[in-house]
């Protein structure tokens, strides 16, 4: 039994020192937010009033650095919760001491850095330019981006002063990487904000849409043609169909097999004035299938039987 009461003893006086520290401490705390300090802050500024029809041409610095007396709770707040200093801009320097003591409000102010800003405006202006996508995309293998790439809005309407202005002739987006990409994107992409506080935007992001597909090889017979030939003219190609093999999109590979419009073309005007017995084909292809890397062979072909007319 005497165990047990040595042992609540010692418990209650661990929690009379507890409290007595605590206590301490708070009292401590208490006396020293009461005491006067002399302390060096950096204050935000902000700009609240502009003339009208001007626009900022440049801004004023993003801190001001203040030295201020005053009670600890008044400056423990100020390091928290820093005030912003507030410039209104009518021309000429502006008095950063003057905005800083507005801002400041019972503190001591012993001095600030700088002392004095310009702000310069022009007047204001709107522009329409394209945007620019700043987008790379890291494909899995086999796997292409189909064009054209799509954004909306294509094109962004730009506000400020007119001399920022007239050197702008397109706006980025935030550069994207995007990896591993093995389907179609559809994604939002933030504007460049490289000129925030000059410049303001109609919108701050757009969509951007790009066809991704796997692409797959694909081997077939096509005829070659000779397009453009005038009435009452026959000629002979040899050979007149080719083996083509080409890279197609996975989804158009049945088309691509099937289609009487993927062709090899020889121009007539190419034979009319040619003088070797040789034309080179090219190949043709419908907009509604995207063929890569075509290859065939022969690349040349020769000619013959052409009819005579009095315009060859």
């Known amino acids: 039994m005497r165990g047990v009461g040595r042992d609540h003893d010692d418990r209650y ?12 401490c708070l009292l401590w705390f208490i006396f020293s937010l009461q005491e006067t300090y ?16 001007m626009a900022l041409t440049t801004l004023p610095p993003e801190r001001v650095q203040v030295q201020v007396v005053g009670e600890g709770v008044q400056l423990i707040r100020y390091y928290y919760n820093p005030p912003r200093i507030s410039f209104r801009v009518d021309g000429g320097a502006l008095d950063v001491q003057a905005a800083a003591r507005e801002a400041l409000g019972n503190v001591i102010l012993q001095s600030v850095s700088p002392r004095t800003v310009e702000i310069t405006t022009g007047p204001t202006q709107w522009k329409r330019v394209r945007v620019q996508p700043h987008v790379e995309m890291q494909l899995k293998p086999g796997h ?14 730009l506000i400020g002063a007119r001399s920022i202005l007239e050197g702008i002739r397109f706006w980025p987006t935030e550069r994207r990487t995007l990896g591993g990409v093995d389907d179609s994107v559809s994604t939002m992409i933030p504007l460049r904000d490289s000129l925030a506080g000059l410049i303001q935007f109609d919108t701050r992001e757009i ?43 996975i989804s158009q590979f049945d088309a691509a097999q099937e289609s009487d419009e993927l062709f090899l073309e020889v121009p007539w005007a190419a034979v009319r004035d040619d003088d070797s017995g040789m034309v080179f084909p090219a190949l043709r292809t419908p907009p509604y299938l995207y063929v890569l890397q075509p290859r065939w062979s022969p690349s040349s072909l020769r000619y013959y039987d052409v009819l005579a007319d009095e315009d060859f």
């Open 207 to 249: 969509a951007y849409f790009a066809n991704v597909q796997e692409f797959t090889q694909a081997v077939r017979m096509v005829d070659v043609r000779v397009t453009g030939m005038p009435p009452g003219r026959q000629i002979s190609l040899d050979p007149s169909r080719i083996e083509l093999t080409y890279q197609i999109p």
């Open 38 to 53: 002399t302390r060096v802050l950096d204050l935000p500024t902000e700009v609240t009033s502009i003339p009208d029809g």
């Open 13 to 24: 006086r661990g929690w009379v020192i507890t409290f007595c520290v605590l206590t301490s």
């Open 144 to 157: 292409r981006v189909i064009p054209p790439v799509r954004i909306r809005p294509d094109s962004v309407t």
